[in-house]
């Protein structure tokens, strides 16, 4: 079953300033987020395959809609995360259903390659409950100046037997990084981790 | 401010003093702290990236709590410490988030397994906020432990018990 999408909204939060200086590239973090039904409200369901292929359909979508909002070639995107905010007649395992089985494939084929795993938070909320996307680099997790957040909210959503679905892609890191560690330039990108 | 890496040294005993509360705080053998996460959260006159200070001491003081046998000057480099494929502790990166904020700011904390990055039944996040900090000029920093799978987890994937590869992620 596809997702019943209420609402799709896409930002994009680009830093050219911080502390009196230039920041050169600006930096650049794309966020798609859609409010769908939650086929499984309201009641327990023990089998959760609908929302997984939900998770599916909109990892492709979102993350596509991500990369063109930042109008970049998939295989720029630098970092990326996922994130999903379950209405109060839902259940937390919902939010993992979308996220984790089948979301990172298509996110993945969205952004090209994606050796690393795809950092992710949830919780469950109600209208304009924020959550923070966490982000980290696609190829190579331990890419210091890669870690980071972006807040997602939508402020008439999560409804009660909604779910709110958000996923970020950046094509650059923090703004300003400087605390060392693992440089993008230095990875293989081959084991997800460096 | 250009160079903030001595913060990252001041941070250290900070990180240590912590992580001992926090897992005094479990109140349960260490053997049961099965996932964890850290986060900041920069007072409104503060760079986003005083908050990534908190990576290296916040992440080494956890995992050494809970066993891990790294090299921390290595840890700070952000070099590779040495995968032995045996059965160890603490050997997955420690998820993170950050953002600058209002006092009162909340911030979701990921959480994943102690050992093994994609356990799927230990993906989660806990919403942690300090009312009244930070104010301008303050860092929240945040260790978050817990001692497992989310209630009811049933969507498959790789499972704690079935941990084979011992390379921080499966």
């Not at chain 1, 993992?96 to 950092?119: D, F, S, Y």
């Not at chain 1, 409950?129 to 210091?144: C, E, N, S, W, Y």
């Not at chain 2, 349960?28 to 005083?50: M, N």
């Amino acid at each position: 079953m596809a997702a019943r999408i209420r609402k799709l909204i896409v930002q994009v939060d680009e830093t050219l300033r911080e502390m009196n200086h230039a920041v050169e590239p600006p930096t650049r973090r794309a966020l798609a987020m859609a409010v769908i039904e939650n086929p499984c409200a309201g009641r327990y369901v023990e089998n959760l395959d609908e929302l997984v292929a939900i998770g599916e359909e909109l990892g492709g979508l979102l993350g596509r809609r991500c990369v063109e909002a930042l109008g970049i070639a998939p295989a720029q995107a630098q970092s990326y995360g996922k994130a999903a905010i379950v209405g109060e007649a839902g259940e937390l395992e919902h939010a993992a259903a979308i996220l984790h089985p089948k979301m990172g494939a298509t996110l993945r084929a969205a952004v090209e390659k994606g050796a690393a795993l795809v950092p992710s938070a949830k919780k469950r909320g109600g209208l304009g409950t924020a959550i923070d996307v966490p982000l980290g680099h696609k190829d190579a997790a331990f890419v210091r100046s890669h870690f980071d957040a972006i807040e997602a909210r939508v402020s008439d959503a999560p409804r009660a037997n909604e779910i709110v679905v958000a996923i970020a892609v950046t094509d650059s890191g923090r703004p300003l990084a400087r605390v060392g560690g693992l440089k993008a330039s230095e990875i293989k990108g081959e084991d997800g981790l460096r | 401010m250009a160079d903030i890496l001595p913060m990252m040294e001041a941070l250290n005993p900070v990180g240590l003093d912590m992580a001992h509360r926090l897992r005094a705080s479990m109140d349960v053998p260490v053997e049961r702290i099965e996932a964890y996460g850290k986060g900041a959260i920069v007072g409104s006159a503060g760079e986003l990236e005083h908050g990534a200070l908190w990576h290296v001491p916040g992440g080494y003081a956890m995992r050494e709590l809970l066993g891990w046998k790294g090299d921390r000057a290595a840890y700070a480099r952000g070099e590779g410490e040495k995968k032995t494929g045996q059965p160890g502790n603490a050997l997955a990166i420690v998820p993170s988030t950050k953002k600058v904020g209002a006092p009162g700011t909340t911030l979701d904390v990921p959480l994943t397994h102690i050992n093994a990055s994609y356990v799927r039944s230990h993906f989660d996040a806990v919403e942690v906020r300090v009312p009244g900090a930070p104010a301008s000029d303050e860092l929240v920093f945040i260790l978050a432990m817990s001692t497992g799978a989310r209630v009811h987890a049933r969507v498959g994937g790789l499972k704690a018990a079935d941990i084979a590869q011992w390379d921080g992620l499966r």
